[in-house]
């Protein structure tokens, strides 16, 4: 059932900081590690640090985009010590998060982004995931190092799994409650994104309007089923703005 729990890194600059993520990810059952174009890697220093966890870090995927490392999942949750602007979903404790994404992960993969040492996440880059998350800590120095935010989220996950309500583990989740992947609501925002186009509703392309609109969308969480509801409504509109 973890195997279906990911933890990504974006572009990561210290080699020695993959085997550290390795192996806080190891010590908490976890062993699906990709990476997003990192500086370095495969490099000794990652090896060195992974200790008993080379394993993971041999087996890591390298990617050359967080839509790529994520595209399949259904729930993805950027960490972040900074609230952004952006209106995604944003769980405030950790607890929360590992809840959700242990009862998802019972049915389809899911992810727990990490960003850049120096600088964390591009908003593009929060803008590809579902929710966010924080870790609680000292307002005045609560950033972590990335090998150690990997490191409580990790704990988080593997304790959410550990006391995972038996009905939500054994049986997977029925299809009218799974959630989409992160490529069906992409899918899902641009034929919005036209649809607003050939009906006279969006002039010329409007960020802000689709960005909220988005935002609206991820908040509402909406299932497979209601998504593809949605898909069908705006075929219908799509066709008759085409035919008057
Ligand atoms: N200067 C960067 C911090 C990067 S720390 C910034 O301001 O965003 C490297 C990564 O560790 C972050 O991108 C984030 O994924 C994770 N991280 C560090 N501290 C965190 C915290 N308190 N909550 C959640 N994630 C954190």
């Not at 059932?1 to 806080?24: D, E, F």
């Not at 399949?72 to 995604?88: E, H, M, T, Y």
């Not at 600088?119 to 929060?126: F, K, P, Q, V």
């Amino acid at each position: 059932m973890l195997a279906n729990i990911r933890i990504v890194l974006v572009q990561t600059y210290h080699p020695g900081n993959i085997g550290a993520s390795a192996r806080a990810m190891k010590t908490m059952g976890l062993t699906e590690l990709v990476l997003v174009n990192p500086r370095g890697f495969p490099d000794a220093e990652a090896s060195r640090l992974a200790a008993g966890a080379e394993d993971v870090v041999d087996r890591a995927r390298v990617v050359a985009s967080l839509e790529e490392a994520v595209s399949d999942c259904v729930q993805v949750v950027g960490a972040s010590a900074r609230l952004r602007s952006l209106p995604l979903p944003h769980y405030d404790e950790p607890e929360a998060m590992t809840r959700e994404l242990v009862a998802n992960a019972g049915s389809d993969p899911v992810a727990l982004v990490f960003g850049r040492e120096r600088s964390g996440l591009t908003n593009d880059e929060i803008r590809l995931c579902s929710h966010q998350v924080s870790i609680p800590a000292n307002p005045e120095y609560g950033i972590l190092n990335l090998s150690q935010a990997v490191q409580v989220l990790a704990y988080e996950t593997f304790k959410a799994w550990r006391l995972r309500p038996e009905s939500e583990y054994r049986l997977p989740r029925p299809a009218e409650e799974r959630q989409p992947t992160r490529e069906q609501m992409a899918h899902f925002q641009e034929h919005l994104s036209r649809v607003m186009q050939v009906s006279g509703f969006l002039t010329q392309p409007h960020a802000r309007t689709e960005a909220q609109l988005q935002a609206l969308f991820a908040r509402a969480q909406p299932s497979r089923k209601e998504l593809s509801l949605l898909r069908g409504l705006l075929s219908s509109l799509e066709a008759a703005a085409s035919d008057g």
